[in-house]
């Protein structure tokens, strides 16, 4: 969507909430998802958010995180993964079996090789 926002509908796109997917960066979804495939059953319900010891005492969200792997935006999601506690809380409350910690740390490990260019 280049140039106005304004559609033929009649209404504006906060420019601030767009997604661009042809432009986001897939290469971190694509290595969490290689290496813990439990990723994709994700259906964003929000159950590890509500468990979450370091969201009790952060502001940290690892639904909020899951979706800005799956959107590809890598730049605020360089501070979510830091704030993770690796307790495992989560990964006991998460209806689909979601490996969450292991996509935590998948998710640090990528970002790290995306600094290093070994991605
Ligand atoms: S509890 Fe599982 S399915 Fe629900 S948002 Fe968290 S990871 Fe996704
Ligand atoms: S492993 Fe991380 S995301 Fe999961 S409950 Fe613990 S602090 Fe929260």
């Keep these: 969507m280049s140039g106005s926002t304004r559609n033929k509908f009649g209404f504006t796109v906060n420019r601030s909430r ?3 997917y042809d432009s986001s960066d ?3 979804r694509e ?4 290496r813990e495939p439990s990723f994709r059953l994700c259906f964003a319900c929000g159950g590890c958010t509500a ?6 005492h ?3 969200n690892l ?3 899951n979706t800005l792997i799956r959107r590809g935006e890598i ?8 704030r993770c506690m690796l307790c495992g809380k989560c990964l ?3 209806p689909r079996g979601v490996n969450t910690r292991n996509v935590v740390l998948l998710a640090a490990e990528a970002i790290r090789k995306l600094d290093r260019n070994e991605l």
């Design 18 to 20: 767009l997604i661009d």
């Design 26 to 28: 897939r290469l971190v």
């Design 31 to 34: 290595y969490i998802t290689s």
């Design 51 to 56: 468990a979450c010891t370091a969201g009790h």
């Design 58 to 60: 952060a502001p940290f």
């Design 63 to 65: 639904r909020r995180m």
């Design 75 to 82: 730049d605020p999601l360089r501070d979510e993964v830091t």
């Design 92 to 94: 006991l409350v998460c």
